[in-house]
């Protein structure tokens, strides 16, 4: 019954490589999000996704993408893999608006190598 | 650029003591939020606070708000071992949102 969950938890792999994340929330919330923190714990956000709308895409660079494939999942596409991508890359959801807390799943550990 | 700005970065009390947390921000908001964040844990929504609003209570946690000088703090009371964590604001200003650089909380047993 995991309200925000992330597959894999952890992910090692090699500079180049191409990785996904997947998440899935059972919430039924419209707003998904991905985030980044890095080592020092600084949270930035990525995207966001209303109604399978892209509706927040920060200055990430173009090698993240985000593919929506219905309301409750948002997995995020990495291509060519580079050291400064190590971090913890959590997905959230909410409700949109003002009321709209955000419920965090647990983070995937990526690891460049 | 980043919206919300901590202090201190880090905090250590005895349990029992209580531990305040301040956040600034730089722009108007509809409403600031506060998560924790256990270690190696995704964020826990604690409270939010609206823009309206100048003053929130849930359980230990006591939150103000001062839109005038775009700073909010965030007290928990009576605090325990178990309230150890990263602590973040957050502010919801429309179609942008964005974390604080969190505070460090200890409390020593």
């Known amino acids: 019954d995991t309200a925000v969950s992330q597959t894999p938890k952890y992910l090692v792999t090699q500079m180049g490589n191409d990785k996904s994340i997947k998440c899935e929330q059972n919430l039924g919330h419209d707003t998904m999000y991905w985030y980044k923190q890095d080592s020092k714990k600084f949270l930035k956000i990525m995207f966001s996704y209303n109604n399978k709308e892209l509706i927040i895409n920060e200055t990430v660079p173009n090698r993240f993408s985000p593919k929506s494939p219905d309301k409750a999942h948002l997995n995020l596409h990495i291509n060519s893999l580079e050291l400064g991508d190590s971090a913890v890359y959590f997905c959230a959801s909410s409700h949109p608006g003002p009321q709209g807390s955000q419920y965090f799943g647990p983070g995937t550990r990526l690891l460049v190598l | ?109």
């Open chain 2, 1 to 109: 650029s980043q919206q919300g700005e901590e202090d201190p970065q880090a905090l250590s009390i005895q349990e029992g003591e209580n531990a305040t947390m301040n956040c600034s921000y730089k722009t108007s908001i509809n409403n600031l939020q506060w998560y924790r964040q256990n270690s190696g844990r995704g964020l826990v929504h604690l409270i939010l606070i609206r823009s309206n609003e100048r003053e929130k209570h849930s359980g230990r946690l006591r939150v103000t708000l001062d839109t005038s000088k775009k700073s909010s703090s965030l007290l928990i009371t009576a605090s325990r071992a178990a309230d150890t964590a990263s602590y973040f604001c957050a502010t919801d200003a429309g179609n942008q949102f964005y974390f604080g650089t969190g505070t460090s909380l200890t409390v020593i047993p």
